[in-house]
């Protein structure tokens, strides 16, 4: 059985409007988080950083029952991945976050500026965060990046270059006082965030 | 091992804009998604040990005092990748309304019964070969506002990770024969009747306990290939 070859993927479905229980509690309920917006970790190097910002929907209301996740690199530019074959991070600093937005449709990530990944040719990425968000009236999660308007290498980066120029700044989180980063999401509209097909 | 995830392999999931499922027609993009060549960030995913699970995080029915009310069931399968490989130690979390069609969350307001002894919530990691198992109590049908007398067939929510941050999916679980199918528009979202059908659990009397519960079986498939296909037999 386990060697026969499935005729496709699992199709995807919503996360539905009642995910905080199991996924985000977040002190709200009695289960435990698996994971939380804040991935720092007391040995962790780099530059610490918060990512905040709010989701809006197609009408610009804030979207009160989103989960955002993000995947990262250390510092350094690697992954606390061993499919990243190159040396593994050295402390436990994992790149993995998860939030549920709050009442206002706000969500916050603490975490550290990651370093520069390679691309599929070896020429470096600038700086940047992979976001997947779900919600109720999501069927399938979006995937996007989070980017920072004080890289100097984003002039380079081969993503960005894909993205016309005029939508460019939906990926661009900008900075604020206290290394605070201000991203938000829109699913849609005029000043729709760039979703990636990945 | 290096795998490869096609983008052919999206097609088996539902359309973002699935106008029936009218929450989705001001919460999906109206500009073209840009494709991208997958590099190290795709292709890496989150990584996590037993430190995430605790012993009976998988057993629904012994949170709390007592026994939750409703038929205790089995619900156990493989996560595999799209050659059929299990997929080893990835996380599984699940969370679902109780036996009358009602979650514990603050907003659902459908006036069935919640249950004290049942929070709804669990997780589990595959073992090596990709095998999982939880015992729950089978969830109800609820209603919903999406249109006049619609309601939700009995599902449970599936949280599953793979082998990247680009084979995760958010799923749900499906009892087989519900009569709610051909009315339920998240369910339909999915146009391709074989995909569809995958979402569906099947009854397994072989692993059903005498005397204790019903087991369903329910293998979840994500994506990723081999680079070098292998020969089908
Ligand atoms: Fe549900």
Redesign the pocket.
């Known amino acids: 059985m386990s060697n026969q070859r499935p005729d496709g993927v699992t199709p995807s479905q919503t996360v ?1 409007p ?1 995910f905080k229980y199991g996924l985000t509690p977040n002190g709200e309920y009695e289960w435990n988080d698996a994971f939380t917006g804040n991935l720092l970790t007391p040995d962790v190097s780099g530059e610490r950083i918060r990512v905040e910002g709010k989701v809006y929907d197609g009408d610009g209301a804030v979207v009160v029952d989103c989960m955002l996740e993000i995947w990262q690199a250390d510092s350094q530019g690697r992954f606390s991945d061993p499919q990243d074959k190159r040396a593994l991070p050295n402390s436990s600093f994992k790149g993995f976050g998860r939030c549920g937005t709050d009442r206002t449709g706000g969500f916050a990530f603490d975490t550290i500026k990651p370093g520069p990944v390679p691309d599929p040719d070896g020429k470096p990425q600038a700086p940047h965060i992979l976001l997947a968000v779900f919600a109720r009236g999501m069927l399938l999660h979006l995937y996007t990046r989070i980017y920072f308007d004080d890289e100097a290498g984003n002039a380079g980066d081969p993503v960005l270059a894909q993205v016309p120029a005029d939508r460019r700044a939906t990926l661009i989180a900008n900075k604020g006082a206290g290394n605070v980063y201000t991203l938000d999401i829109r699913l849609q509209g005029d000043d729709e965030t760039v979703f990636f097909d990945v | 091992m290096t795998l490869l995830y096609p983008l052919q392999s999206l097609a088996a999931h539902p359309a973002r804009l699935s106008p029936n499922y009218r929450s989705t027609l001001k919460r999906s993009p109206q500009k073209p998604l840009i494709p991208i060549r997958h590099s190290l960030s795709e292709l890496t995913g989150p990584v996590y040990g037993h430190e995430t699970v605790r012993e009976h995080d998988n057993d629904l029915t012994i949170q709390a005092k007592g026994e939750p009310l409703g038929e205790r069931i089995i619900v156990h399968g493989h996560v595999r990748d799209e050659d059929g490989r299990g997929v080893p130690n990835t996380l599984v979390e699940l969370w ?2 109780n036996a009358c069609g009602r ?1 514990v969350h603050v907003v659902d307001q459908h006036p069935a019964p919640l249950d004290p002894n049942f929070t709804g919530a669990g997780r589990t990691q595959s073992d090596a070969a990709g095998y999982y198992k939880f015992i729950t109590i089978k969830p109800g049908a ?1 209603p919903w506002g999406n249109h006049q007398n619609a309601w ?1 067939p009995a ?1 449970i ?1 599936f949280s599953v990770f793979g082998h990247s941050f680009i084979s995760r999916l958010v799923t ?1 679980m499906y009892f087989p024969g519900d009569p709610l199918f051909p009315f339920d528009p998240i369910f339909n979202a999915v146009t391709d009747e074989k995909a569809r059908m995958r979402m569906v659990s099947s009854f397994d009397l072989e692993n059903t306990q005498p005397e204790w519960a019903l087991c369903y079986r329910f293998d979840i498939v994500l994506r990723g290939r081999n680079a070098t296909p292998m020969e089908t037999k």
Do not use: P
Request: charged letters at 10%; proline letters at 0%.
């Open positions: 539905g009642y | 679902q309304a979650y609820y939700r599902h929510h749900q």
